[in-house]
């Protein structure tokens, strides 16, 4: 693997899900990993889902839309709609050889997920070769162990883990960062049904996803 040795390497992040709606679940622990890693820029990845999956209830469209609105004005973040551009089903690996390509072999790149994910990793088409073209950063989530769930699994974690972020912008890919975020008790499931309930979801993501949902008429059912 090789070593950067500019110490100046800008880190980008890329961050994937139904976002099925956006949330601050998913909003808020990025802004502080971005804090806490010294991530210059986070990229959105809204999936495909596969047909034999469940599907999410907003069309692709407006899953894209509502990521949109979610980000408007933050210079943090920006929006990728190449998943949902293509018919078949996302492979986050398939995804991360084209980014790879695209930002050369040297810059740091880094894949987000929560410890759900993490959790499920195992699962995922070639998720051995992840670090081979990017890092890993794991944001805790409440209610999912700390502890995973085969011992190949917790190998490849406690194999590649690191303890700071420092590695991060000193190799573009390899190593995983358990990262310190804030736990927040939102999913996209908990607002689907507090939608359909008619209730408010004032404080679990932007007023302009609320608005979006509102006028399109998403959830109700
Ligand atoms: P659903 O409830 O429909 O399964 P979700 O809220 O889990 O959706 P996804 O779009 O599936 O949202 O998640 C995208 C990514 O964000 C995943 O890696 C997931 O682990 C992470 N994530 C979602 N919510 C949280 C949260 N509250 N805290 C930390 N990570 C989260």
């Known amino acids: 693997m090789a070593i950067n040795t500019a110490s100046d390497q800008s ?36 999936n495909n889902v596969p047909p034999h999956r469940p599907q999410p209830q907003a069309s692709a469209q407006q899953r894209l839309k509502m990521a949109e609105l979610a980000v408007e004005g933050n210079p943090l973040f920006s929006v990728d709609p190449r998943e949902l ?40 088409h070639r998720w051995e070769e992840l670090l081979d073209f990017c890092h890993l950063l794991v944001m805790a989530r409440p209610g999912y162990s700390e502890r995973l769930d085969t011992p190949e699994l917790q190998r490849w974690y406690d194999k590649h883990r690191v303890s700071t972020p420092a590695a991060l912008k000193q190799r573009p890919c ?48």
């Open 11 to 46: 880190l980008i992040a890329l961050f994937g899900g139904t976002f099925d709606p956006i949330h601050f679940g998913h909003l808020r622990p990025v802004e502080q990993l971005a804090k806490e890693t010294l991530l210059d820029q986070v990229i959105l990845l809204p």
């Open 85 to 124: 551009a293509v018919d078949n089903p996302s492979y986050t690996l398939v995804t991360l050889e084209t980014l790879r390509k695209e930002h050369g072999a040297q810059r740091p790149l880094a894949f987000i997920i929560g410890q759900d994910s993490l959790l499920s990793l195992h699962t995922w």
């Open 174 to 221: 390899g190593v995983i960062y358990q990262a310190n975020t804030p736990l927040l008790d939102i999913s996209a499931t908990q607002i689907r049904q507090r939608l359909r309930e008619g209730k408010s979801c004032a404080t679990l993501l932007p007023t302009a996803v609320e608005r979006y949902i509102e006028s399109q008429g998403l959830y109700l059912v």
